[in-house]
């Protein structure tokens, strides 16, 4: 279950925090101790709205100041103010530190994990199907109610199975439940934990949780202080930004507010998608089936990063190809040789991969759409009065399906259609990392040969990533609308020549692109 495209408390705590932190960037004067102001700002008054105490409301936005910030969570135990360890060396040198995803242990509500419990809806029927058939006798009768004895029970859900009421209900942690890498599990207090070594940063716990006590860290302060000392910002903005910021502010509109914000130009990552696209159309064919029995897609760093830790003998199975953040973040650089880049999309695994040594001296920023509303907040800029700027004229509408489930793959068997027509490429793709998993055991077991599998962390692809703004369904229907205003000629085709023209004969010697 999400909890994403729906505008609750926790929505808005999370935007607020944003805002604020934004508003700090933009208007500070580096005095660190105004932090302190922050959750009284968010949380007035005297009397707490959404949990037991208005003091534990305060002290857990605090610590998500903190993370919006950049900066690693404090431990329950640790007495200091708010902004203690907070100055202009710690903000700069914690840029791209993991981990990203964090849980402030006080705002854990200790959620039961696997358990069965009798809910009101019980009968007290005289068949009694959840006492007979429990091999473990851990449910009785009381007070000619079903009881099912914690003691006892060994968490088979046959007593949930046969009652005729669907009174027994299966308890489960949210946050574990949407874990594709079974990467949280509970403390000695309850309370949810995360085993860094499993966990990919897809986020999607941080929308799952309907406590609010997932919160991810964020580069916004460092990203204005960039800007406000005059460097020249790009900003790349993903496939899945269509409709994310409303109905109608269009992608001209997005673009003059970006520029308003400070941005020195705006670039659409489809550009990358389709330069992402040409090469795994290579990879597939020089490689499947004669070196690999099957090649996987490499855009959603979790996926890639899930499919090498749990089946390391696929690893020369997942496509070298840069992903398209990457790829425009070098395509910009090689424009503009003093720009840094901000890459502004839906994910959070992003700011993982913008820690790899060969990702971070091309990408200096990574924000979600969410943070950088949080930008537009405390800049008081209104999206759909904006005059647009010019279009933003950039990849094709292959490209900008990448934000789409199965946008990947159907981009790569096109370019693949054009380059070998006779060839059959076979697809399967999976949408949550879960259902990743099965793909890759139904291709370990051999039955995925010559393949071209696409896998995304987010159920539904990137428009449901973890710091998009709009319901899923939206997102989807409005990229495919979108899609169709773009030029429908697949990525190598001589028309998208607009994107490569301004690439050196070194730049496509580096990638393997052919003219």
């Known amino acids: 279950m999400s909890l994403k495209g729906i505008f609750t408390v926790i929505a808005k705590v999370r935007r607020d925090v944003f805002t604020e932190v934004a508003k700090f960037a933009y208007e500070g004067d580096n005095d660190y101790n105004k932090l302190e102001e922050i959750p009284y700002k968010i949380i007035p008054g005297e009397i707490a709205t959404v949990r037991e105490s208005i003091f534990l409301e305060r002290a857990i936005v605090g610590e998500r100041v903190r993370l919006a910030m950049g900066m690693p969570l404090r431990k329950i135990n640790e007495h200091a103010p708010l902004s203690t360890g907070i100055d202009e060396k710690s903000v700069s040198n914690i840029i791209h530190k993991p981990p990203f995803v964090n849980i402030i242990k006080f705002a854990c509500n200790s959620c039961p994990d696997n358990v069965y419990k009798t809910s009101d809806m019980c009968r007290g029927c005289l068949a009694r199907p959840c006492i007979e058939v429990c091999p473990k006798d851990a449910v009785s009768m009381v007070n000619g109610k079903s009881f099912i004895d914690q003691e006892k029970c060994i968490k088979c859900g046959r007593c949930k199975s046969v009652c005729p009421y669907s009174a027994i209900i299966k308890m489960e942690r949210p946050c574990a439940v949407s874990c594709g890498m ?43 202080q960039e800007i406000k000392s005059g460097s020249k910002v790009i900003a790349e903005i993903a496939p899945a930004f269509v409709g994310q910021f409303g109905p109608k502010v269009t992608p001209e509109k997005l673009k003059a507010a970006l520029i308003e914000l400070g941005f020195f130009d705006v670039v659409e990552v489809a550009i990358g998608a389709d330069l992402c696209t040409i090469e795994e159309a290579e990879d597939y064919l020089s490689k499947v089936p004669d070196k690999l029995e099957f090649m996987a897609t490499s855009c959603c760093p979790s996926w890639s990063v899930m499919a090498k830790k749990q089946f390391p003998e696929f690893k020369d199975n997942i496509s070298m190809a840069m992903t398209p953040m990457v790829f425009t973040a070098r395509f910009i650089k090689q424009k503009h040789e003093d720009a840094k880049v901000a890459f502004i999309g839906p994910c959070v695994s992003k700011k993982l991969e913008a820690t790899r040594n060969s990702v971070k001296s091309h990408v200096d920023y990574v924000l979600t759409f969410e943070e950088v509303m949080g930008m537009f907040e405390a800049k008081d800029i209104q999206l759909e009065e904006i005059e647009p700027a010019k279009d933003m004229n950039y990849g094709t509408a292959a490209g900008r399906g990448f934000a789409v489930s199965g946008g990947v793959a159907n981009a790569v068997v096109d370019v693949i259609k054009k380059i070998d027509p006779e060839r059959e490429v076979p697809v399967d793709s999976a949408d949550g990392l879960k259902e990743c998993r099965n793909m890759l055991l139904l291709a370990k077991a051999g039955k995925r040969k010559g393949y071209l599998l696409e896998g995304m962390a987010c159920p539904g692809g990137c428009v449901a990533g973890t710091g998009t703004i709009q319901p899923v369904s939206k997102s989807t229907a409005t990229v495919n609308v979108y899609k169709k205003k773009a030029p429908l000629q697949v990525a190598n085709e001589s028309k998208f020549s607009h994107v490569l023209a301004n690439l050196d004969d070194s730049w496509y010697d580096d990638w393997n692109i052919e003219k």
């Open 182 to 224: 079974d990467a949280i599990k509970s403390d000695e207090f309850g309370r949810a934990t995360i085993d860094y070594e499993k966990c990919v940063s897809c986020g999607v716990c941080i929308s799952s949780c309907p406590f609010g006590a997932i919160a991810d860290k964020t580069q916004i302060y460092q990203l204005i």
